[in-house]
């Protein structure tokens, strides 16, 4: 696609819900990240995947936080057992090799997550 | 660790001011500097970015400089239009990180016909 897309763009959970939330890069980026933005803050890194190879999850904030890429091209973010501290704004950004270099990231919309 | 301190906003101009968006930053590489911006009901999208010292990002009028003796990068642009109402996002990228990015905490921009 010509951008990076995000589903959904909002989410309403009750809490101890599980949810997924996908992110589809921009074709041919090999890298993609996950990150959380919380009201009014920056995007906190979550984890980074290169292909289908996870390199760093230092970011996610709990074992109920999980990603995954099997084919290196679409990624899903899950949560499990949604707390009200995980509402937050969840942002996919991808990146090409050249782009890697230098850091320069394309991002998704976002997903607005409640727990309610 | 990195970290990115941005002036706090919000701030408010009118049209045709001078804008200074204030970033400073702590890195513990060689970082890449770059200035994000998300308008009302869009996602971030990069305005401009920096590579070395001395650099200068520019883009849609915006400038930033790359200053390794003060580590700053502050945002900077002539005459603020109406339609540069956003919020503004100063971020580093060390290299070593594979391009994980730090972000500061953002700067509303409101600007006033």
């Known amino acids: 696609g010509a951008g990076v897309s995000q589903s959904p763009r909002y989410k309403v959970a009750k809490r101890g819900q599980d949810v997924a939330l996908r992110c589809d890069p921009i074709?041919?980026?090999?890298?993609l990240f996950w990150y959380q933005q919380a009201l009014g803050q920056g995007p906190e890194f979550l984890t980074y995947?290169?292909?289908?190879?996870?390199?760093?999850k230092s970011g996610l904030p709990s074992d109920r936080f999980f990603a995954e890429r099997p084919e290196g091209s679409v990624s899903t973010l899950k949560i499990q057992r949604t707390q009200q501290e995980d509402s937050a704004v969840y942002l996919c950004?991808?990146?090409?090799?050249?782009?890697?270099?230098?850091?320069?990231?394309?991002f998704g919309e976002g997903s607005r997550l409640t727990v309610l | 660790g990195d970290s990115v301190t941005q002036m706090e906003g919000p701030v408010t101009l009118s049209e045709e001011a001078f804008l200074t968006i204030n970033c400073t930053y702590t890195a513990t590489g060689y970082p890449s500097l770059f200035w994000y911006v998300q308008y009302p009901g869009e996602g971030l999208q990069l305005l401009l970015k920096?590579?070395?010292?001395?650099d200068k990002g520019s883009n849609k009028g915006f400038e930033a400089t790359y200053r390794k003796e003060t580590t700053s990068f502050h945002l900077e642009k002539g005459s603020v239009q109406v339609s540069d109402s956003a919020v503004y996002f100063c971020?580093?990228?060390?290299?070593?990180?594979?391009?994980?990015?730090?972000f500061g905490d953002g700067t509303t921009l409101t600007v006033k016909p």
């Open positions: 074709s041919g980026h090999v890298s």
């Open positions: 971020a580093l990228s060390v290299n070593t990180n594979a391009g994980k990015s730090t």
């Open positions: 920096a590579t070395k010292a001395d």
């Open positions: 995947f290169q292909n289908e190879a996870q390199l760093d």
């Open positions: 950004a991808s990146s090409w090799p050249g782009g890697l270099n230098t850091g320069e990231l394309f």
